[in-house]
């Protein structure tokens, strides 16, 4: 570690201390592969439940497949797609980003409640499988103000976004939101979003997880080969760790993935005169390496063996 660049047992503290209740053993999890006919039954389910949602007509759906993924034309302009490699869904019903505005901006409660509603009626509890569970994660909302040199008008809410996090055995799986709605006014939904993967095929191992200390150790150094050799000491306080979280790890709707392993996951933020950056690091929560982690997102992920015994891996994701 460059101890000129960050001071490598504050960041370990600060990242162990941020990560607790990870179990003494977590499943890892083999995922079932994914056809050219599983791509089709997943897109009409999704279509399916769409049209019982909002009672509008889905029929008419005009299917386009390219190479990574299947497009959905809908009737009024709506679209939905569904990825190849990760059967992650999304749909969008095609309302301009100003139009369809809420009539008022509604207390959180009301919105809470409007989101949790519309999760209910589109069913999304059931593509989690049987270990499966969905937690809600935050809301958000997206809001408008015009104002003038003289005078500000009162805000106006556009969009209210729901999250929930997938978890398998009580082990949440991390990455973007598992399933996201957004609602326009009068609870017309906007867009939604599936992030869901298909169900396991079978229990690879129950491994051993290694406490935060060690994942914290691997992420420093992971921080520190990215930093490289600076030329000036780093404040004290210039690394501020977001959150260290431990969890299985969904590499994104683009990526086929056949293993969910335990892992660390961390967000960390190095601030220097003007500049932020901020930085993800995933590292494996198991003494074994059970899956190779690309490095920035660029290569697939390759499961490995029971059988084979490998490293740390060294990769890192930004």
Known sequence: MNQQSINEQALVDSLAASCTGQPARADVLV???????????????????????DGCSRDHASFTTRDDRTLVQLTGGARAVIYHASGALQFSAGVAPLEAPFARVEEREVLLRLVNDTAQGLKLAEWTGDKGSLAFERLWLSKAQGADRERSSEPVLLRATGAWRHAINGVPVLGAASVAITLAGDNVLDA??????PGIAETLDSAIITPPEAGAQQIARNLASVLGNAKERLPSDAVRVRSM???YLDLGKRKAQRVLAPVYVAQVEVRHKLETQGYVFAVPATERAYQELPLFGTDQVAARSRASIGGHCKEVLR
Request: overall charge positive.
């Open 245 to 247: 979280q431990f969890g």
């Open 31 to 53: 995922l079932q592969s994914f056809t050219q006919d599983d791509v089709r039954a997943r897109a009409t389910r999704f279509i399916s439940l769409l049209r019982e949602a």
């Open 192 to 197: 939604l979003s599936v992030r869901i993967r």
